[in-house]
């Protein structure tokens, strides 16, 4: 069944200027999204404004397509009101005419659910409705739980979207498409043969204006616990039995489950020099702008091996990337066996798309000597859609796949939980370097693989 109205709370707001405007431009353009759409927020506007709005949002944040803006633009309605209102929720019911299965988008912040579901309740407006929610999911697993009961007063589990704009991504997708698409991998995609795996999310921009929100969040909630843990479950979970919604979600959760709670210990926090400057950041914060830790999944498939996580802002470059590294050859019989790995498989997923399995050749000559080189699976400049047009066409379609079920997000947070309260003092670190020298201590016997962005030369014939 599909939505046959979109609205959306938190339209004046920065996500909807950045990600949520273009990508309702993009459904118009690809007419699926001929259904009123109703912006809600506190500021006096009338529609004309807020159609002024949207377009030039657009145009700052994308390209504008004159045709495709003017089918979005037909159906732009706002409404203003006060979230603790029941008269504007009462407006709403109104210009929500014959809509019978509405789809209300919380782009908001999570305090604010519950009165806003509460309203939306009381008019009327829940029956028959889907509901799609921002992360973060709550700030941790008491909060999430309680976010979870909120909701689930209202809406029933199969109509709630939560959203995580990494699974809109397509190079994020195709991380599960390439592992059970092709055989190859399966048989080696083990503790017997892999011998670690890292996930590296670089950030070259600090806060970007968003202090005083980062600030009450730092890197583990606003990047770990949703986008990296979900990367993490499709490269580590195990087969799905298909691919409904699901059968998904039911894997995803068995692979979180097997993760240990994060140990303290195996947790370095970073912070760069000038964060504290920010606006809205307090001048004694001990957030983190960076973290890295290790983690450790109890189960068959993956008992023994580490699995290192880091993301941060401030970085050298914007890039993440997957390096799975493959256990050495059991003989060294080649004496320049280099100190590193011969054997990875890289997944890059952001700015430019890239599957490439790393090997050694002999270099021409007479010594038995190699070089690396990487087998290029698939490469992309950048991937060609925007994750949120995907996410909301798909919630307004009511397919859940790529959304987040509650007993996911739950066990997501409770694998960061212990970690969250650390009151240690964060390590500093220079803006442009790849974040507190701690880190290191991490990797015993190895090193943070730091992504270049670069294209590796080519092998010669
Ligand atoms: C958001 C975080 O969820 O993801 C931001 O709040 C982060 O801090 C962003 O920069 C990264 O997403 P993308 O798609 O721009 O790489």
């Not at 994308?62 to 009101?81: I, K, M, N, S, W």
């Not at 616990?225 to 499709?234: E, G, K, R, S």
């Not at 979600?249 to 994060?262: G, N, Q, S, T, V």
Request: aromatic share 8%; with cysteine; hydrophobic share 45%.
């Amino acid at each position: 069944m599909n939505s046959d109205a979109f609205v959306f709370f938190g339209a004046t707001g920065d996500l909807a200027q950045k990600k949520v405007f273009p990508a309702l431009q993009a459904l118009a353009r690809d007419g699926r999204l001929d259904i009123p759409v109703i912006g809600f927020a506190r500021s006096p506007w009338s529609d004309a404004h807020f159609r002024e709005h949207a377009k030039k949002s657009i145009e700052q944040h994308d390209t504008l397509d004159p045709a495709a803006f003017e089918r979005l633009a037909r159906h732009l309605h706002y409404v203003r009101g006060d979230y603790t209102d029941p008269a504007a929720f009462e407006r709403l019911a109104k210009a929500l005419g014959s809509a019978k299965h509405p789809l209300h988008y919380l782009a908001i912040a999570p305090s604010r659910f519950e009165m806003v579901v509460r309203g939306l309740h009381a008019a009327g407006c829940t029956e028959g409705a889907r509901v799609v929610v921002e992360k973060p999911f709550g700030r941790d697993l008491a909060s999430a739980r309680e976010l979870n009961a909120t909701l689930h007063a209202s809406f029933d589990e199969s109509a709630i979207f939560r959203i995580d704009h990494y699974l809109g991504k397509e190079p994020v997708q195709n991380l599960l498409y390439y592992r059970f698409a092709n055989s190859f991998l399966e048989p080696i995609w083990n503790r017997n043969h892999v011998a670690s795996v890292q996930i590296t999310m670089a950030e070259a921009f600090g806060v970007q204006g968003r202090g005083a929100f980062y600030d009450e969040v730092g890197a583990t909630r606003d990047v770990v616990q949703n986008h990296l843990l979900q990367v993490l479950a499709l490269l580590a979970m195990d087969p799905p039995v298909n691919t409904g919604a699901d059968a998904l979600r039911d894997e995803k959760l068995r692979l979180f489950r097997a993760i240990r709670p994060l140990a303290t210990d195996q947790v370095v926090r970073g912070q760069f020099a000038g964060y504290r400057n920010e606006t809205g950041v307090a001048p004694n914060s001990n957030v983190e702008t960076y973290v890295a830790m290790r983690l450790a999944i109890d189960n068959w498939r993956w008992a023994g091996v580490p699995i290192y996580i880091r993301a941060g802002k401030n970085l050298p470059l914007t890039c993440t990337e997957v390096q799975v590294e493959l256990v050495r050859p059991p003989q060294r019989l080649f004496p320049d066996d280099p100190p590193h790995a011969a054997n990875t498989l890289r997944f890059r997923l952001s700015p430019d798309v890239l599957i490439a399995q790393g090997a050694r050749v002999k270099a021409p000559g007479e010594a038995m000597a190699g070089r690396d080189v990487e087998l290029i699976a698939r490469r992309a400049a950048h991937e060609d859609r925007l994750p949120y047009e995907r996410l909301l066409g798909d919630a307004l379609r009511g397919d859940a796949a790529l959304f987040t079920r509650d007993d996911c997000v739950e066990a997501a947070w409770a694998v960061v939980q212990p970690a969250l309260n650390e009151t240690a003092p964060v390590e500093p670190y220079e803006p442009g370097t790849w974040g507190p020298a701690g880190a290191a201590r991490l990797i015993a016997g190895g090193h943070w693989h730091n992504p270049h962005l670069t294209p590796p030369t080519p092998p010669s014939a």
